[in-house]
């Protein structure tokens, strides 16, 4: 950064830090609840895709008895995931399901209907991950089916390849959860740190990283004094406190704090050497390779104003939204129903929906929580200019958007929008600038494979145009062909004729020649 | 009297030139924007536009005969892209974009004839003579060219249907839009 | 040089063209709608006033006042001005397509932008000298450019602002411009010394 | 218990900080307050009367539009917005000016600088200086005619009823004292060719006098209490320093270096600072959300440009005080500088190219 920027940036900010909000965090009493396990649900309803990229493709059939961990559903391309059993019991059904997406539309997934054992499979025993070389102990995590817990459920073992290949130096785990109401990261730091060190240590195995940091908001005091302490013996692993700040979950965002660099708007962190992976993969990844059992399971936070026992939850992947809120009480019906936290989470469309990997928390607010009131028209306040994380103008680009100019809002930075939330969070109209975005970034999406599709067509119009040529070409050449045929053959047949008139002549000669002789 | 005509002349002569000269010296051939703006058009000829073809689509375009909403299997894509390329604002709120549409044939009816097949711009759809023909979802562009086609109207153009990958955020009411109500 | 400027000043600002004077507004609400076509508009009409600035001031020196053709003034300034913007015209044609499409009609129209021949008349009237008029014609000009990219700049946000339908397109530019106008009143009466 | 059921899809965030637009109006009002209670104390009745009717014009423009747009107007007029205006554009007029000086100016405010173009947030002017340098054009007299203070309870003061008349029925024959504000005298002097050295040195000079009893509208006469005010609302987070501060610089130092170079021709700063719209103009005009760039940076630039301008116009213009003129040419400013000065989007620079990676240590 040159020294004008830092003059531009002192002028606009004053000194320090300046982007994002801080929203009230009601972490607790959920985070300091101890963690409960849900009952086993007497269906599951798993989803073949739970990740980033192709769906799993189911290798099971219906009726056919399934044991705790088994694989479900095997990856399909090169991004995807494996899935397994939850818990071990019968395939009911292989159909769909509404996603946890505020669609509300279905999604394909495999019914389990539990035998109440929860008998793990049988499996070879672990062996000591260390001694595996680093692409095989990614394998592993890959055939464990582990993907990002963070919420962008991209699968780890390809992150993990890719680390290697980027040559990182330096691994980040985001410890950062800066979503208010949410603090399953933090119970899980709490309660199973030793574990989260564990996976990390095999995480920088796999990537050949010669250190990591675990970034750890400043609001989880606990969580920072546990895995200090269990990082101890480790020098190679540090606790790296961060200020509370949302979003400081955003994985460039706490590596700017931890680095002071800025990941490039075209680039990755890997760029500069270093992955970032949430704390949840690190303890996925430490299930996977220490005691062979794939993601089959997560710690969910039931929170939210109308939930009577807030709280974390160990939760199997599959389990409906009903089940777990069932187990939670419901105070009152809630205003709104949110998978994730309540600043990048989705609205749920109802609560027949399953958990999967990616679901960090169930919230059930209240009207007062959600408060949403009727959108005003824009003051241009710049207050959202002011909390935008990453320097763009939602109040220029929701207009553009609003007026149909999609390509303006483009100009303005709509794709590097990360849609934290945080400009409508602060908007004293209630615009709902998300909204906006979200619409024009789908918009655009649906104009860019018409244009695939356009592009296919043009294509296939070419091909059959030349196809066409080809066919004219080569009836017009078969014809030519024929017409050469015939004509050769009736140059033959006249020349046969006219042999034979000969020789016939000649032949009469010969005869009469013979006479004659 | 003179002076006036002879002074207006020289005036016009002199300025007459000098436009000559100036024009032979900044002349411009053609554009090539035709060829440009057919470039970017699906090439399927379907015709839906009411032109000979997406070139002749392409030339009304180049002389303003045509609005840059003339294709519509192009769809919004291709409108914006025609627009910046011809360098004048459309406004897409009143593009009615009804989704893509695919064709698909009704086996019961289908007599296996072949005149779809002849007329598919894509090659989308396969079959032989008193076959059922089917078509191929990928290569469909939704142009509408074989359902008239069909002596048996086994054709129906269908909506592709919406999956959780193709879902669209609709856009919010505009600020106020209850308080106009 | 310090005389000059007040003159620019004065010719941009005080007496501005478009908002004091309420010439050339044919051009000023047609070719307002984006800063890019507005800059080029003011760019070829600067170009034009201040070609026919210098043309007509020697045309007016060196032929009408010596042989007392007073009368054809109007008539010789316009078949200036045409010749000058048929050569622009040419000009933008072959540097930027863009331009000229987006230009479209007005580019030709500036043969009949008031400003132009206004100008040119102004500063005949003046009886200054060569150089005098030269910088009055820049200066206008420049105030006709500048006046033009604020009113473009505002018009774009106003192209996303909800006008209400029986406000919408040009009514709300005369409003917007009357307005203009109002704040450039500020200026009237400045005097640099 | 769990029969909840979603109606449409609602995008993200589910909170909010709970920021409402009337209540920012509401504030901007309270920190208005003070200085408008001493204003009413020095002036009196009519001054109290002539800001009644201000407000309740601007309101009856704001609700006539919205009515005719067939929409509920008290929805509208409870944002808080049209009031703000109208009571700006009180403290902009001379506090003894006939009722319908104030009616006029309201309608024309929330009319046509505010409606037409569609309401709040969609101006491009500030429609308080719209509305005050559209009166200022069309009726100068009444516009410059000022009055001494005559404080609330002095001897002569109006009451209620006389307020009332003067306020409706024009002020002839009244035995307050007509006077000039500070800038209108030093530039009256100025154009009879009486230095301002002279000008200041005799003894019927209007003084300068920061808590404010002295010749003007109502915003112009305690800098202090609108100076409070205004810090008030940085502290409330309404507003940020770098408005008021830009603008102020940009009076003050062109000031400082005229008057350095030639005293009897150039006012000091600190009169500059002190008398006319200077302080009203910097926290509670330039400061207007709708009308001022996005950045921070660009309202640096804006500001510092209003408060130059105003210097100009001062010094060297036909008008006496210049914010409401500066005001309304850096509000015609806005979409450029918008245009030119953007924030800096994360991993680009301030063009909007990615940044290049640094190099590889060796």
């Known amino acids: 950064m040159g020294l004008m920027e830092k003059i531009f940036a002192l002028l606009e900010h004053g000194p320090g830090e300046h982007w994002g909000v801080h929203p009230d965090d009601r972490k607790r009493p959920a985070a300091d609840a101890p963690l409960r396990v849900l009952p086993l649900p007497e269906r599951l309803h798993v989803p073949l895709q739970q990740h980033i990229g192709a769906a799993a493709r189911p290798i099971v059939l219906v009726g056919q008895k399934v044991l705790k961990g088994q694989l479900l559903a095997e990856a399909q391309g090169a991004t995807s995931a494996n899935i397994h059993a939850s818990t071990s019991g019968t395939i009911t059904a292989i159909g769909e399901i509404t996603a946890p997406h505020p669609s509300g539309l279905p999604c394909a997934a495999i019914t389990i209907t539990a035998d109440g054992e929860d008998r793990w499979i049988d499996s070879e025993p672990a062996v000591d991950p260390f001694s595996l070389a680093p692409k095989d102990t990614a394998a592993r995590i890959a055939a464990a089916g582990v993907v990002g817990l963070g919420g962008a459920t991209f699968p780890s073992a390809l992150k993990l390849g890719l680390g290697l290949r980027a040559k990182i130096h330096t691994l980040i785990l985001n410890g950062g959860e800066c979503e208010p109401y949410l603090s399953c990261d933090d119970r899980l730091m709490r309660d199973f740190a030793a574990e989260i060190i564990d996976g990390i240590r095999i995480m920088l195995h796999a990537t050949g990283a010669q250190k990591a940091q675990i970034g750890i908001e400043d609001n989880k005091p606990e969580a920072i004094a546990a895995m200090t302490a269990a990082a101890r013996k480790f020098a190679e692993i540090s606790v790296c406190p961060v200020a509370a700040r949302y979003p400081m979950g955003s994985e460039k965002h706490l590596f700017s704090a931890l680095t002071g660099q800025e990941v490039p708007a075209d680039g990755r962190t890997t760029d500069l050497g270093v992955l970032v992976h949430n704390v949840g993969t690190a303890w996925a990844v430490h299930e996977a390779l220490r005691h062979n059992r794939p993601l089959v399971e997560r710690i969910v936070t039931l929170n939210g104003g109308a939930i009577a026992f807030p709280g974390n939850i160990r939760v199997p992947v599959g389990a409906l939204v009903e089940d777990v809120l069932a187990y939670a009480s419901l105070k009152e019906v809630p205003a709104r129903l949110v998978m994730g936290g309540p600043m990048m989470g989705s609205l749920l469309p109802h609560t027949r929906v399953p958990v999967v990997k990616g679901s960090s928390g169930i919230l059930a607010l209240t009207a007062a929580e959600a408060a949403a009131y009727d959108p005003g028209p824009c003051i241009r306040c710049s207050s959202c200019v002011r909390a935008c994380p990453v320097g763009l103008l939602p109040l220029e680009m929701s207009a553009h958007i609003a007026a149909s100019d999609l390509n303006g809002a483009v100009d303005l930075g709509l794709k590097d929008c990360i849609a934290c939330g945080c400009c409508s969070f602060v908007c004293p109209s209630h615009i709902p600038l998300v909204h906006y975005f979200n619409h024009a970034k789908g918009e655009l999406a649906a104009q860019g494979r018409t244009q695939l599709r356009n592009d296919a067509a043009k294509r296939l119009a070419a091909a059959r145009a030349e196809r066409i040529e080809r066919d004219t070409r080569e009836k017009a050449e078969a014809a030519a062909r024929r017409k050469a045929e015939r004509m050769a053959q009736k140059a033959a047949e006249k020349a046969a004729a006219e042999a034979a008139a000969a020789q016939e002549a000649a032949g009469t000669a010969a005869e009469s020649s013979e006479v004659t002789t | 009297m003179i002076a006036a005509i002879l002074s207006l002349s020289l005036l016009g002569l002199i300025l007459g030139f000098g436009l000559g000269f100036a024009a032979k010296k900044f002349a411009v051939e053609t554009d090539a924007r035709v060829a440009e703006l057919e470039a970017l058009m699906p090439g399927t000829n379907c015709g839906q536009c009411g032109f000979p073809g997406c070139s002749g689509a392409a030339a009304a375009l180049a002389d303003g005969k045509a609005s840059p909403t003339v294709c519509p299997p192009g769809g919004k894509a291709l409108i914006q892209a025609l627009a910046a390329k011809l360098g004048v604002s459309v406004d897409l709120s009143g593009v009615a974009d009804e989704g893509p549409k695919i064709a698909a044939i009704e086996e019961e009816i289908c007599i296996g004839c072949c005149r779809c097949l002849k007329d598919c711009p894509t090659d989308a759809i396969v079959g032989a003579a008193k076959q059922i023909h089917a078509v191929m979802r990928e290569a469909c562009t939704g142009c509408e060219a074989c359902v008239d086609r069909c002596p048996t109207g086994a054709i129906t153009m269908d909506p592709v249907p919406i999956t959780l990958q193709h879902w669209v955020w609709p856009k919010p009411l505009s600020e106020g839009a209850k308080a106009w109500a | ?193 | 218990m769990t029969g909840f059921v979603a109606t449409a899809p609602l995008a993200s965030p589910h909170a909010h900080s709970g920021g409402r637009v009337t209540w920012v109006m509401g504030k901007v009002m309270l920190a208005l307050a003070p200085a408008t209670l001493y204003g009413f104390w020095l002036y009196g009745w009519p001054a109290i009367h002539l800001w009644v009717i201000t407000i309740l014009f601007s309101l009856l423009g704001e609700a006539f539009c919205v009515r005719l747009m067939g929409r509920r107007a008290i929805p509208v007029l409870m944002d808080g917005s049209a009031a703000l205006t109208g009571w700006l554009l009180a403290l902009s007029l001379p506090p003894w000016a006939p009722w319908w000086l104030g009616a006029v100016g309201g309608l024309f405010a929330t009319v046509i600088a505010k409606q037409v173009f569609g309401g709040l947030g969609q101006n491009l002017f500030n429609p308080a200086m719209v509305a005050r340098v559209a009166l200022l054009i069309s009726f100068p007299v009444p516009m410059t005619q000022m009055v001494a203070a005559l404080p609330l309870g002095s001897v002569g003061a109006p009451d209620f009823v006389q307020g009332l008349r003067i306020t409706l029925a024009g002020m002839p024959n009244y035995d307050a004292v007509a006077s000039a504000s500070l800038l209108g005298h030093a530039k009256t002097e100025l154009s009879r060719g009486i230095d301002l050295v002279q000008t200041f040195a005799s003894a019927n000079a209007p003084a300068l006098s920061f808590i404010g009893a002295r010749t003007g509208s109502l915003g112009e006469t305690s800098a202090l209490l609108i100076a409070a005010g205004g810090i008030a609302l940085i502290f409330l987070r309404i507003i940020t320093w770098h408005i008021p501060v830009a603008m102020l610089l940009g009076i003050a130092l062109p000031a400082l270096i005229g008057h350095a170079i030639d005293p009897a021709r150039y006012l000091g700063a600190g009169t500059h600072l002190l008398s006319g719209a200077a302080m009203l103009g910097a926290f509670f005009i330039a400061t207007d959300y709708v009308t001022s760039p996005n950045t921070r940076l660009g309202q640096l630039v804006f500001a510092f440009g209003c408060g130059f301008l105003t210097w100009v116009i001062r010094t060297y213009g036909g008008y006496p005080e210049g914010v409401a003129f500066a005001v309304l040419l850096m509000n015609a400013l806005t979409p450029a500088i918008d245009r030119l000065i953007k924030p800096r989007i994360y991993g680009r620079d301030r063009k909007g190219k990615p940044m290049e990676l640094p190099e590889e240590k060796a």
């Not at chain 3, 473009?152 to 397109?169: I, N, Q, S, T």
């Open chain 3, 1 to 193: 040089m310090g005389e000059f400027l007040i003159l620019l000043v004065s010719t941009a600002l005080v007496n501005n063209v478009v908002l004091i004077k309420f010439l050339g507004l044919c051009p000023f609400m047609g070719v307002s709608k984006n800063t890019e076509s507005a800059l080029g508009m003011g760019l070829a009409t600067t170009f034009v006033i201040t070609l026919a600035t210098a043309a007509t001031w020697i045309l007016e020196t060196w032929l009408l006042q010596p042989f007392g053709l007073g009368y054809l003034r109007i008539l010789t300034f316009i078949l200036v001005i045409a010749a000058t913007v048929q050569f622009v015209e040419m000009v933008v044609k072959k540097s930027s397509p863009e331009l000229y499409q987006a230009l479209g009609i007005y580019l030709p129209l500036i043969t009949t932008n008031c400003a132009v021949l206004g100008i040119a008349l102004l500063n005949v009237m003046e009886k200054s000298s060569f150089v005098h008029s030269m910088v009055a014609g820049f200066g206008s000009a420049l105030g006709f450019t500048l006046v033009l990219l604020i009113f473009a700049g505002l018009r774009e946000r106003l192209a996303l602002a909800r006008v209400p339908a029986a406000f919408a397109g040009a009514p709300i530019g005369f409003v917007l411009a009357s307005l203009l106008a109002l704040a450039f009143m500020g200026f009237s009466g400045l005097q640099l010394k």
